[in-house]
T-cell receptor, first 112, second 118 residues
Framework: KQEVTQIPAALSVPEGENLVLNCSFTDSAIYNLQWFRQDPGKGLTSLLLIQSSQREQTSGRLNASLDKSSGRSTLYIAASQPGDSATYLCAAMKAAGNKLTFGGGTRVLVKP | DGGITQSPKYLFRKEGQNVTLSCEQNLNHDAMYWYRQDPGQGLRLIYYSQIVNDFQKGDIAEGYSVSREKKESFPLTVTSAQKNPTAFYLC?????????????????FGQGTRLTVV
């Protein structure tokens, strides 16, 4: 059974610092890995999707990498801003069945 | 606008009542999902459906039921058998598999329904 872990559970940084968020998964047979942002009391907003054949994806200040052999994905957010404060979740999609298994999330606070 | 709509945003249930949460999508996605989120925790899969008239149990299906009579709709019923239903419920949709190279399997979520037992 796939298990997805995100460490640390919470992170606080000063504005302008780069953010590095970690996601690890136990079963490397994934179809893709997706990063989401969640604001308090809201649904999930998709940030980046990395297909299993890809090594990384970029969108603006966000860059996500995927290393299936080590079971890790990393989300980098450059030059953090207070508006980046949110919970970030990663989810691995099973190769068959299409189920998304989520990590517990990393709660990020960017201090002005 | 294309997207996923969940209603209501807030729902209150009395002990012993069944309640139904609505989820509608106009993204032409075949696959739809229901997740439950408890405070400070990740999402747990309740049920998912890859095609109309078919659905499978997720990790925590006990006390819940679903139907998938239309591609656009995947309602979730929280029955009285669910002992601890107070939670935030999230619906999602995606394509279940890549049939064409241009199609991706990105999942999109609704804004959630917060269910409280009173």
């Amino acid at each position: 059974k796939q298990e997805v872990t995100q460490i640390p559970a919470a992170l606080s940084v000063p504005e302008g610092e780069n953010l590095v968020l970690n996601c690890s998964f136990t079963d490397s047979a994934i179809y893709n890995l997706q990063w989401f942002r969640q604001d308090p009391g809201k649904g999930l907003t998709s940030l980046l999707l990395i297909q299993s054949s890809q090594r990384e994806q970029t969108s603006g200040r966000l860059n996500a990498s995927l290393d299936k052999s080590s079971g890790r994905s990393t989300l980098y957010i450059a030059a953090s801003q207070p508006g980046d404060s949110a919970t970030y979740l990663c989810a691995a999609m099973k190769a068959a069945g299409n189920k998304l298994t989520f990590g517990g999330g990393t709660r990020v606070l960017v201090k002005p | 606008d294309g997207g996923i709509t969940q209603s209501p945003k807030y729902l209150f249930r009395k002990e012993g009542q069944n309640v139904t949460l609505s989820c509608e999508q106009n993204l032409n996605h075949d696959a739809m999902y229901w997740y439950r989120q408890d405070p400070g925790q990740g999402l747990r899969l309740i049920y998912y459906s890859q095609i109309v008239n078919d659905f499978q149990k997720g990790d925590i299906a006990e006390g819940y039921s679903v139907s998938r009579e239309k591609k656009e709709s995947f309602p979730l019923t929280v029955t009285s058998a669910q002992k601890n239903p107070t939670a935030f419920y999230l619906c999602a949709s995606s394509h279940p598999e890549v049939r064409q190279l241009a199609m991706n399997t990105e999942a999109f979520f609704g804004q959630g329904t917060r269910l409280t037992v009173v």
